[in-house]
């Protein structure tokens, strides 16, 4: 059963602490990217990667920061520089750029 | 930088209607368009992708026109139900591994 996943669903972070977000695909797929969701705000892009041990910067890069040591895993380390971590997360892949499989989220709350 | 504009606004329509969504660019054509369908809580999932040559495409219930004049591409769905509802996004890419660029998304209510 192919498909992209992302763990944990829910994640609370103190201020000042690192969190890693975790996403997994098995679809073979080059590409992956992650994006932020706000309330009435669009996706956007915080890095993606095309192929392994590559990965580029997106629109909102700072204070995050990402791996893909492997071509099935990109996980995404929200740091204490991200002024204002609190969102949605959401983690796609794809074969090229035509079309994105998402995973369920991961819904990041700051206490 | 690339510019998407879809309607900010909630679209009610009742069920048995056609909905028709909109998606406004500036700048740079697109080689392709897609649109995706968002559930509350949930990731977003592919529905249609149309390129820029193509003036329309169509699965099932779904129509989506592309008018890179207009820079506009216009989604519909016919016979809607009240299952349809939920925030549609549009997403606009050059092709290749540059990266896509998502609207806003509009927000679809069928009202029974």
């Known amino acids: 059963d192919g498909g992209i996943t992302q763990s944990p669903k829910y994640l609370f972070r103190k201020e000042g602490q690192n969190v890693t977000l975790s996403c997994e695909q098995n679809l073979n797929h080059d590409a992956m990217y992650w994006y932020r969701q706000d309330p009435g705000q669009g996706l956007r892009l915080i890095y993606y990667s095309q192929i392994v041990n590559d990965f580029q910067k997106g629109d909102i890069a700072e204070g995050y920061s990402v791996s893909r040591e492997k071509k099935e895993s990109f996980p995404l380390t929200v740091t204490s520089a991200q002024k204002n971590p609190t969102a949605f997360y959401l983690c796609a892949s794809s074969i090229r750029t035509d079309e994105q499989y998402f995973g369920p989220g991961t819904r990041l709350t700051v206490l | 930088s690339q510019k998407i504009e879809q309607n900010s606004e909630a679209l009610n329509i009742q069920e048995g209607k056609t909905a028709t969504l909109t998606c406004n660019y500036t700048?740079?054509?697109?080689?392709?368009l897609q649109w995706y369908r968002q559930d509350p809580g949930r990731g977003p999932v592919f529905l249609l992708l149309i390129r820029e040559n193509e003036k329309e495409k169509r699965k099932e219930r779904l129509k989506v026109t592309f008018d890179t004049t207009l820079k506009q591409s216009l989604f519909h769905i016919t016979a809607s139900q009240p299952a349809d509802s939920a925030t549609y996004l549009c997403a606009l890419d050059r092709g290749g591994y540059q990266k896509v660029t998502f609207g806003t998304g509009t927000k679809l209510q069928v009202i029974p």
């Open positions: 700048n740079y054509s697109p080689a392709y």
